[in-house]
């Protein structure tokens, strides 16, 4: 069964940052895309950045790319994503989301290729 669970959230202050991570249970990192999405209080869904392990392609968002960085570590079947100089706008729940269509799905946002979903983790900027 595949399982994601995301951790790192919580409290961070404006201008820190913010390192999330993705375990992956049930299936490798091989062959899949992750992509990191989130939603804000009001807004709807908004992708941030996926990326194939496999291939290290990496994409991003113009709102987080200038500060964020995807990484994986294949042997702890992790994704990592990092965000500096968080803003207060950037309060919201945070997911992370695996794709069976692997490295094609790398370049894109688009929630409907992402077939499985973690329970998301809170994010709050303090200003």
């Known amino acids: 069964e595949v399982h994601l669970v995301e951790s790192g959230g919580g409290l961070v202050q404006a201008g820190g940052t913010l390192r999330l991570s993705c375990a992956a249970s049930?299936?490798?990192?091989?062959?899949?895309?992750i992509g990191w999405f989130r939603r804000a209080p009001g807004k709807e869904r908004e992708g941030l950045s996926s990326?194939?392990?496999?291939?290290?392609?990496?994409y991003y968002a113009d709102s987080v790319k200038d500060r964020s960085t995807i990484s994986s570590d294949n042997a702890k079947n992790t994704v990592y994503l990092e965000i500096k100089n968080m803003k207060p706008d950037d309060t919201a729940v945070y997911y992370c989301?695996?794709?069976?269509?692997?490295?094609?799905?790398?370049?894109?946002?688009?929630?409907?290729?992402?077939?499985?979903w973690g329970q998301g983790t809170q994010v709050t900027v303090s200003s």
């Open positions: 990326f194939s392990p496999l291939e290290r392609i990496a």
């Open positions: 049930g299936f490798s990192l091989n062959g899949y895309a």
């Open positions: 989301a695996a794709s069976h269509h692997g490295p094609e799905v790398a370049g894109t946002l688009q929630s409907g290729w992402f077939q499985y």
